[in-house]
Structures are given as C-alpha cells and as structure tokens.
C-alpha cells in the first residue's frame, strides 16, 4: 500500500528529527564536557545523514518488497533492517564530533545504542506530526 509525505509533512517529520538530534547534541556536549562542539551543527549534520540514509534504505526496502518478498515482508522487519544502519550513523557521529581524539569504543556503543532508541521515538513523534498536518500522509 503506497504512502508518502505531503511536501509540509516532510519538513514537520524533519523538523521534527532535527529538533530531537540538536537536543540530544546537548546533552551529549554535557556528558563529553565538550563545549567546543556546536550542537546545531550535530543536530544538522545528523538530520542530513538520517534523510540520505532513510531515501537509500527506503529504496532498497521497496525494492525489495516488490521483487523479493512478493507481498512484502512485515514493518517489524523494516524496524530491525534498521538497527545496524542506526547503530552506525550515531557512532559516525559520536566519533566525529565527541570522541575522535581518542575513543572509548564502550562508551561509543553505549550511546550509538541509545541515539538509535531516540531515533525510534523521533520517527513515531514525527510521523504523529506528518499524520495530523493538512495534506500530510496520502495512502492509496
């Protein structure tokens, strides 16, 4: 069943993952006592990483629902596909912008896995959002 955003759903669900990133920089600049580090700047850079993730990871989802899995495979499957990629982009982050001198890999693990809970309850806050706007969600 095709559903996409409505061009202002877009920007709300990406405004809201922006927000979300930006607050979460925060409160990695406390823990890491990094006060150098610009927390729109994680926030940005983390957004862009998640929507050139999500486009090549949706693509290769449908694509794979249409040509592989027939049907196409529950969305609990989509969820987990997306555990390693997330897991990834935070530590990529983590690495980049708090612990690149000399990374505690432990540490980095740790707070990979929590961005990627944060990124699982920003996905259901900004799709609520995408869903409630005018001209939000279409389903066919």
Known sequence: MPMGPGPIAFVAFVGVKFAGYTA?????QRTYAAPQVNVLKVGSVRTAL?????????AVWMFAARNVAGAGPSMVWYFLGLVPIRMGEWSLILWLFF???????????IFAGLG????????????????VIPGGMWVC
């Open 99 to 109: 612990d690149k001198k000399d990374p505690d890999w432990t540490r980095v693990s």
């Open 116 to 131: 990627s809970l944060w990124s699982y309850a920003l996905d259901a806050i900004g799709v609520g959002t995408a869903l």
């Open 24 to 28: 979460a920089a925060k409160l990695l």
């Open 50 to 58: 998640g929507i050139a993730a999500g486009l090549a990871y949706g």
